[in-house]
């Protein structure tokens, strides 16, 4: 989250010359936070201040946005102030010119865009999304935070933070193997190195509207910013990232094909201004993308507050908010959510909404509750208790907007399992082989005996099964058998079945075909 230590944005000084950050840059940034600047820094001086539609439109009283040109010490100054006073996100936007800062602070409208009308939000896929939320696991999602929060950090000039943008596109690139209709990109931004990962699920028939859900894959330490700094985000963002790479996994398991294209982006350089961010929306603004719907996964595995999942009113759209309120209540009816604000520019999902699309910002405490570690050291899988049981409500909420936004109509179900039968005899130490059964990535295979005498039973993946070469055996007294394999990718699987003594059998295997 872009929090607290604004300063960051010009930490990058010293990084060596190609990528050093600016003595000087412009931000915006809301009145609380501009006050505390006032405060730190008496000259400096907004340029320009404006009440934009968005912040109108969000807080009763009309929050204000300035544009300010600052130097290191001020931004040091200001974090400082801003977290000891105000226990907040710091809230600001970079700009890379007086001219482009000034531009921001006006309201860009929705007619701009390519086709303003809205979704239906309609909830109407429970039959398609509800089998893939239940695929969802919380141990996967906590090995993608292990293997992300494993860089020293990720700041957005640091070599780590290149290494960690390249590591999920590759990282996503592995789990889409296999569906030709799904692209795995990166977004170059000109003025620093790390770079933006993209997952391109493409629309079968409304492909030009487009589903955008995202989270940040930049980190930071508000101690430091070099190669060897401690900032391993296990929280922020790294979770929302994980949560999002899980949905990723299970619509390629499941063979999930949406209407409408979706978009799931990994921003670069979010804690710097919402730099990945604001690049690509305004990208897509320029190119007419017709973006239906935003969704931003910004900190999802820590559990602070009352509620389970809070929606920010602010710089967000109402609409929506309530349409991902009644999703939470349809596929997930446990959870309990609360609503809050977070000011000016918390997060990526700003730099949508000042772009017109309409945005929600789902949070996993409330801002005055947030998890005391983020931007230190200390943001460790270790210190969330080494599970990841609250990311994945977050998963499983995101699946439910992606399969409702991106279908919006019939969709396409996942392939449904196939059963298969076969039933014989066999004489004592005679043997019968079954097979290949080819299953689809992500499924599993279950093979079944039952009968007289004694059969047992020998299952293999991608090589013909033997009494001495299987990945699962069952050998009981009876023919009352039974064994399940996995398959990560799709693949072959064979069955043996040996005659321990004389037997009758009946063979059931149940898969989910390529």
């Not at 935070?145 to 990720?154: E, L, P, Q, T, W």
């Not at 949905?247 to 949406?258: E, F, K, M």
């Not at 990526?348 to 409330?366: K, N």
């Not at 043997?431 to 020998?458: C, I, M, N, R």
Request: hydrophobic letters at 40%; proline letters at 4%.
């Amino acid at each position: 989250m872009a929090r607290r230590y604004i300063a960051a944005l010009l930490a990058g000084l010293g990084m060596g010359a190609a990528w050093a950050a600016p003595q000087h840059a412009w931000i915006s940034l809301g009145d609380a936070a501009y006050a505390e600047l006032k405060l730190a820094a008496p000259q400096a001086i907004a340029r320009e201040s404006r009440a934009t539609a968005q912040g109108a439109a969000a807080l009763a009283h009309g929050e204000r946005i300035h544009l300010v040109e600052v130097d290191e010490q001020q931004m040091l100054a200001l974090s400082a102030s801003v977290h000891r006073r105000l226990h907040r996100c710091g809230g600001f936007m970079y700009h890379p010119s007086e001219a482009a800062g000034l531009t921001a602070l006006m309201p860009a409208p929705r007619t701009a865009l390519a086709a303003p009308t809205r979704p239906s939000y309609v909830i109407a896929q429970q039959a398609v999304a509800a089998p893939m939320l239940s695929q969802m696991q919380a141990s996967n999602i906590g090995q993608t935070i292990v293997d992300m929060s494993a860089y020293a950090n990720r700041y957005y000039t640091t070599n780590n933070g290149v290494n960690a943008s390249d590591w999920l596109r590759q990282r996503w690139s592995t789990l889409a193997a296999g569906r030709p209709d799904i692209a795995v990109s990166q977004f170059t931004h000109g003025a620093f190195p790390q770079k933006s990962v993209i997952a391109t699920i493409n629309g079968s028939d409304n492909g030009s509207q487009v589903v955008v859900l995202g989270g940040h894959l930049d980190s930071i330490n508000q101690a430091g910013t070099s190669e060897t700094t401690g900032a391993p985000g296990a929280d922020d963002d790294a979770s929302g990232v994980a949560s999002l790479t899980e949905l990723l996994r299970v619509i390629v398991a499941s063979g999930y094909h949406p209407r409408r294209t979706i978009k799931l982006i990994g921003y670069a350089a979010e804690e710097v201004g919402l730099r990945g961010s604001q690049d690509i929306a305004q990208s897509f603004k320029r190119d007419g993308v017709n973006v239906v719907g935003v969704m931003q996964l910004d900190m999802t595995n820590y559990h602070g507050s009352q509620y389970d999942i809070y929606l920010y009113t602010d710089y967000t759209d109402s609409a929506q908010n309530d349409f991902v309120q009644r999703l939470i209540g349809s596929y997930l009816p446990t959870l309990k959510v609360g609503y809050d604000q977070c000011g000016y520019a918390c997060s990526d999902h700003a730099s949508w909404t000042a772009q017109g699309y309409w945005s929600s910002m789902p949070f996993e405490t409330t801002l005055d509750e947030d998890n005391p570690y983020i931007h230190t050291a200390n943001d460790t899988y270790a210190n969330s208790g080494n599970q990841a049981d609250n990311a994945l409500k977050f998963a499983r909420m995101a699946m439910a907007y992606a399969v409702e936004l991106g279908s919006e109509g019939p969709g396409t179900p996942p392939p449904a399992d196939r059963t298969e039968t076969a039933s014989g005899t066999l004489a004592k130490g005679q043997k019968v082989s079954y097979g290949p059964y080819h299953v689809a990535a992500g499924g599993s295979f279950a093979a079944t005996l039952s009968g007289s005498g004694d059969t047992d039973l020998y299952v293999r993946k991608g090589a013909a099964a033997s009494t001495s070469g299987y990945d699962c055996k069952s050998d009981g007294p009876t023919s009352a058998e039974s064994c399940t394999v996995s398959l990560s990718a799709n693949g072959d699987v064979y069955v043996l079945l040996n005659g321990y003594s004389a037997a009758s059998y009946t063979l059931t295997v149940r898969y989910r075909p390529q």
